[in-house]
Structure formats: C-alpha cells, structure tokens
C-alpha cells in the first residue's frame, strides 16, 4: 500500500487498525496453554523452535528469538480485506503516515511508535533474569527494556506451578555473594534465587520492573507493556528443571566482555536490586480514573517515565465513549460489541495465522475525538487493556 491508500483505508476504519494475531515461541519453558490457541497449533514454528509462549501486541519490533527465528518474527500486522495473506506491517503505517497516525509529539520525539506489549505465558517460573539499561543496551547496538506487569483475572483460569515473582536481592545480599554464585554458571546449580525475594502474584494488580532490576516471573499469564526492546541477560542456569547454557548470561554483552563476570555484574542496577523497600516503590495497585454508570476505566500501569496501560470495564448493554491524549494498541480479554462501527470480539479459540476481532490499534486522532464501544451482551462485561507510551496524563506511584 502507498501513503494515499494507508490515509484511505485508516479514514474508511475511522481511525482504527484491526491487528492479526501474532503468536510466539520461546525456546525455553512450559506453555501454559491460556493464549486461547487452538492445541494443535502450539507448535506451528515446529518443535525444534519450542511451544508457543507469547502473544505480541502493537509490535513494530522483531524479537530477539534465536538464529531460526524469522525475519518477521513479532513484527504486527494490519488486517487489511480478512485474507492474512494481504496483511501489511504495522510498521510499515507507522513509517509511512508518521505522525497522522501516532500524534506528532511521538513521532518527533521517537520516530516511531516507541513501545509494545505482550501476553506472556508460561506454567512454570521463568529463569532469574534482567534486562539492560539504555547505556548497555546501547554497546550492543539496542536499547534498554523498562517493563510492566498485570495479571488479568480473564486470562487466568489456572495459577500455573508457582504463582509468585522474584525480584531483586535481599537487601543483605552483596554483590560478592552473587558474582560468586555466577562464577559456578557451567558446573553447577548455582541456585540464585536463594539471594532474592519472592512475592506471590495477586490478580487484578501489577508490578513495574525497571531495566537493570534482576526478576523471575510467576507461572500467571502475564499482560506486559513494555519499550520498544527484546534484550536480557539470564542469570540463573537452573530453572524447573531446565538447564540453561552460559549464552544465556553474556549473549547482549559485547564480545571482549563475555569472560568477564564485573561486566556481567555492571548490568545490575544494584541500588534498586536491593531496595528494601522495593514492594512499596514497584508494585502497582490499579487506580480507578473513570466510574460511572457505562463503564469503569483504571489504570493498571504506570509511575514510570516509559510505558503505561489501562483496563477499561463497559457494562453490559451500555456504551463507553472514551478519550485518550495518545494513539494506543489493546486487546479484548472478555464481551463482545462494536468499536465505533466495527465489530468487536474476545477470542474464545484461535487457529495460528487467522485474523480476530479482538486487537486494535487507535490512531491519535481518533483517541482525542473519542473512542465509541458498545457492550451488546445483556449479561457479560466488555473488557479491555489498552497499552501505550507514558503521557502527562499518567499518575506517580501513589505511596
């Protein structure tokens, strides 16, 4: 499509882009089958690429997904006819109308849409992990990984293995004491988790993790909004019975540093790591920024300077009309109905590669004239999570 017929078709949608589902696998962990993927399709990559584990929003990134992986591989794309054949990329709008359809502050500041987020679903915990800051990204050729957390009770019928995160270290912990569990990546289980802290996980609340702040998740599907990265380093080599090898640590260092542990060490933002009073700045309580008679909107993440996200509740049989001061991508977890004049559906079984009715993304300008949605159920809620980059408008941390 050129630009003309991307500024047609996006006036035709009234602004919006309905997004085909993008699936991916991980190499590593247990999926914990509540992506609604139809069964047989959890391994559509092939096994030797591992089940399905993820499911990515308003992504104009590609993933950090190993050496098979596609070049495509996490890329969003736009239903343009419903034949996923015909689909064009997200980015390729965003790259094409610019600020026509993410709003001129993002995309003067930014050059693109800045941000994602995912569903990510596992039932077993996931390895003690960070991600990089901006600076050590950046010696790499990326850029850092601030992420949020929510637990939709919608996508949560089952806690998994073990329903509880780590983060960070005990505040006792010194740093000696984790670089000498390191030095034993190769000949042992160096079992780091025994220097962290574990929180169980609370449905309907959140966490935000700032990059360098070291973190094993919980065995919940996991809603996370996240900057425009796919970068880590993975500090624990034993997880559920899952070796992982020594790439795993030192892959997004560069080369001359991949045998030095103090590298490896200068990737914790130690200060946080062992905040102790890390629940207090980190966890995030939903706050409620609309109630009424048609629909409760709350935010679910925010009180960072990065990535923020909403769940927004339409009753049965009303309608919401809502604004928003940026463009945003969502996804429908419960109800059904109609945005604007386009219908709209949580999905209750998916076929890899088949288009939905449940994600969307909002151009900007439609977000500042309002978003019409229509709960047409006389008895089911209509819910949504909406993700997008941090504005003004987005509270702090309330204390």
């Not at 997200?90 to 109308?97: C, P, R, Y």
């Not at 010194?174 to 000949?187: F, G, H």
């Not at 463009?327 to 559906?345: E, H, M, S």
Request: charged residues 25%; glycine residues 8%; negative net charge.
């Amino acid at each position: 499509m050129n630009k003309q017929q991307m500024q047609q078709f996006l006036a035709e949608n009234e602004g919006l882009l309905n997004l085909i589902p993008i699936f991916l696998p991980r190499r590593f962990g247990s999926a914990g089958h509540r992506l609604r993927l139809h069964p047989d399709d959890y391994y559509a990559f092939g096994t030797a690429r591992g089940s399905i584990k993820e499911r990515w929003f308003s992504s104009v990134i590609c993933a950090m997904n190993g050496d098979d992986a596609r070049p495509d591989e996490g890329l969003s794309y736009v239903n343009i006819d419903g034949n996923p054949e015909n689909k064009v990329s997200l980015k390729d709008f965003v790259d094409t109308l610019g600020a026509e359809l993410i709003g001129s502050y993002l995309y003067d500041t930014y050059g693109t849409w800045p941000m994602y987020s995912k569903f990510y679903d596992y039932s077993t915990p996931l390895f003690h992990h960070l991600h990089l800051d901006f600076d050590a990204a950046a010696r790499v050729g990326k850029i850092g990984k601030p992420e949020a957390y929510y637990y939709s009770p919608q996508m949560n019928n089952y806690p998994g293995t073990f329903p509880h995160t780590y983060f960070g270290f005990a505040p006792d912990v010194t740093k000696q004491e984790v670089k000498e569990r390191l030095a034993d990546y190769e000949t042992a289980d160096i079992r780091i988790t025994e220097l962290s802290r574990a929180y169980r996980i609370q449905l309907g609340t959140g966490w935000y993790t700032p990059p360098g702040v070291i973190h094993a998740p919980g065995s919940y599907l996991t809603y996370e909004p996240q900057w425009n990265s796919d970068v880590n380093s993975v500090f624990e080599n034993i997880t559920a019975g899952e070796v992982y090898g020594r790439d795993f640590l030192v892959e997004n260092l560069p080369e001359q540093d991949k045998d030095n542990l103090d590298k490896v060490m200068d990737l914790l933002d130690w200060d946080k790591n062992v905040d102790p009073d890390y629940r207090k700045h980190y966890f995030r309580a939903p706050i409620v920024a609309e109630d009424n008679e048609n629909y409760t909107e709350k935010w679910i993440s925010y009180g960072n300077p990065y990535i923020a996200a909403k769940e927004l509740t339409v009753y049965p049989g009303k309608t919401a009309v809502v604004t928003d001061p940026t463009a945003y991508g969502f996804i429908t977890v419960q109800g059904w109905g109609k945005i604007q004049n386009t219908d709209l559906a949580a999905a209750t079984m998916l076929r890899f590669g088949q288009t939905s009715q449940d994600e969307f993304f909002v151009s900007a300008d439609r977000a500042n004239k309002g978003v019409r949605i229509e709960n047409r159920s006389s008895c089911e809620p209509l819910v949504l999570l909406k993700h997008f980059p941090n504005h003004p408008g987005v509270p702090q941390k309330e204390d």
